[in-house]
């Protein structure tokens, strides 16, 4: 019998082929205090928690599809916005760091991740300096994107560049309100990206384009997560079917898009990025040994 060896933690940018990724299922998804503008509009409403377990068991189902390895963590009834696992931790190189979140509602949805990581004897990095939240944070090779929106505190940042003194950490200021940073950014490839122009300054927009071919999301779309997709590489990606006009223009890239609804989920403020923490990609392979 042969098995993989994986290191325990290795991702070099959002597009590699993905390997490893933890979840939670939504058991105790609510919108318990409004957070985010989509919360807001759906605070009424409601979700129904039936329909999201649903939807978060077609997305477990569709990675492993994709040869994807998902790890679940145990669901807390006291953290309603757990399911978003992306924000509690980010992979950066062959480094995995343990965020310290920014809202009160959310502080404390670590433990679960960190109580499993000693468990499977995984090394971690646990942010010390202000709030960070894993949303904010994008790597692309030697380049870390952070959003500085109040979520992500620049102590934080601070923080991570003498963590991580080969890379060059880079601060992306946009509006409060738009939560995260893969709420309006998210990079596709060495070269695309999808952005939500209007929320980034002139400069930022200018840095970005010099380096991305830019995938433009419009307002509508940006609302209901557009730009919030997950790569699982081999330009194949997860995409809401409700954002058809950005569907459309990735495609037209060439890239392959694999509509999955989470339209229940989306109503607390995160789709796929959100709901899933990437350990490894796939230049975490070392070799493979006989099982003894």
Request: some cysteine; proline content about 7%.
């Amino acid at each position: 019998m042969i098995r993989d060896i994986w290191t325990p933690a290795v991702c070099w940018s959002e597009y590699d082929p993905l390997k490893r990724v933890v979840l939670c299922p939504p058991h105790h998804l609510r919108i318990d205090q409004v957070i985010n503008q989509v919360q807001a509009r759906f605070r009424e409403e409601g979700i129904d928690t039936r329909r999201a377990e649903e939807q978060h068991h077609a997305l477990v189902e569709t990675l492993h599809r994709f040869g994807v390895d998902v790890i679940l963590l145990n669901p807390d009834p006291s953290y309603p916005d757990q399911v978003f696992t992306r924000d509690i931790g980010f992979t950066l190189g062959p480094r995995l760091f343990v965020s310290k979140m920014g809202e009160e509602i959310r502080q404390g949805e670590e433990r679960a991740l960190t109580e499993w990581l000693i468990r499977s004897h995984i090394p971690y990095h646990l942010i010390r300096s202000g709030s960070i939240e894993g949303g904010d944070v994008m790597i692309d090779q030697g380049t870390v994107w952070v959003g500085d929106s109040g979520r992500t505190s620049r102590q934080a940042m601070e923080e991570l560049r003498r963590e991580l003194p080969d890379m060059e950490v880079i601060s992306l200021p946009f509006p409060a309100k738009y939560l995260h940073l893969d709420c309006v950014l998210n990079i596709l490839s060495p070269e695309e990206a999808l952005i939500f122009p209007p929320a980034f300054r002139k400069e930022d927009l200018e840095r970005l384009a010099a380096r991305y071919d830019l995938i433009q999301v419009d307002e509508e779309e940006q609302f209901t997560l557009g730009a919030n997709i997950l790569s699982l590489g081999n330009r194949t990606l997860l995409s809401l079917p409700v954002n058809p006009r950005v569907n459309k223009a990735m495609r037209r890239r060439g890239l392959t898009v694999i509509e999955v609804d989470l339209s229940e989920i989306i109503k607390s403020g995160g789709s796929f990025r959100c709901c899933t923490l990437p350990l490894v990609r796939e230049a975490a392979r070392v070799k493979r040994i006989p099982l003894i």
